[in-house]
C-alpha cells in the first residue's frame, strides 16, 4: 500500500467517524494538537473535531464522498453529509471540502469549508426569507 492510499484511508476512517460517532476511533486517526483552519477560524485541538462528531441534537444519516484525491501527505476531498435535526425530524444535505495533511498516520492539520447556512436554513433553524445585502 502506498502512503497515498493509507492516507485516503486515514482520512475516510475519521470521516466514519460523524455518521458512527466512534470517538476512541476519532482519536486514533486525529492527532491531539490537531490544527484546524475553516469558516474564518484557526484552532487547535482533537477536542473541537470531538464536539463536531458528537454534536448533540444533529445525527449523520448518510456520508457521500464525492472526490477524495490523494498526493504525499495531503489528501483533498469533497463529501455530502445528510443530517437529521433530532428535535424536528428535518432533514438536510451539506455540501463539505477539505484538506487534510498527515504525519505518521494521523491528521495533523486541515483546512475546509461547509455549506453551515444551507444545513441550518434546511433543518429549519434560520427562517426562509430572502438575506438583503
Same mark, same amino acid.
Given at each position: 500500500?502506498?502512503? &497515498? ?17 466512534? *470517538?476512541?476511533? *476519532? ?6 494538537? /490537531?490544527? =484546524?483552519? +475553516?469558516? !474564518?477560524?484557526? /484552532?487547535? !485541538?482533537?477536542r473541537f473535531v470531538e ?11 448518510? &456520508?457521500e464522498i464525492v472526490e ?20 424536528? +425530524?428535518?432533514?438536510? /444535505? &451539506? ?8 504525519? +505518521? +498516520?494521523? =491528521? /495533523? &492539520? ?13 433543518? !429549519? ?5 430572502? =438575506?438583503?445585502?
Open positions: 500500500m502506498t502512503e &497515498q492510499e493509507r492516507n485516503a484511508e486515514v482520512v475516510r476512517r475519521y470521516l466514519r467517524t460523524f455518521v458512527t460517532k466512534d *470517538l476512541a476511533e *476519532l482519536r486514533a486517526v486525529v492527532a491531539e494538537d /490537531v490544527l =484546524i483552519y +475553516g469558516s !474564518g477560524t484557526r /484552532v487547535r !485541538g482533537r464536539g463536531a462528531v458528537s454534536s448533540p441534537g444533529l445525527t449523520v444519516l448518510d &456520508q477524495l484525491f490523494a498526493a504525499g501527505d495531503r489528501v483533498v476531498v469533497s463529501l455530502a453529509q445528510t443530517y437529521r435535526r433530532d428535535a424536528t +425530524g428535518a432533514t438536510a /444535505v &451539506q455540501s463539505t471540502c477539505k484538506m487534510y495533511r498527515l504525519a +505518521g +498516520g494521523r =491528521i /495533523v &492539520q486541515f483546512w475546509g469549508e461547509q455549506d453551515v447556512f444551507g444545513l441550518l436554513r434546511g433543518l !429549519g433553524m434560520l427562517a426562509d426569507e430572502p =438575506i438583503e445585502f
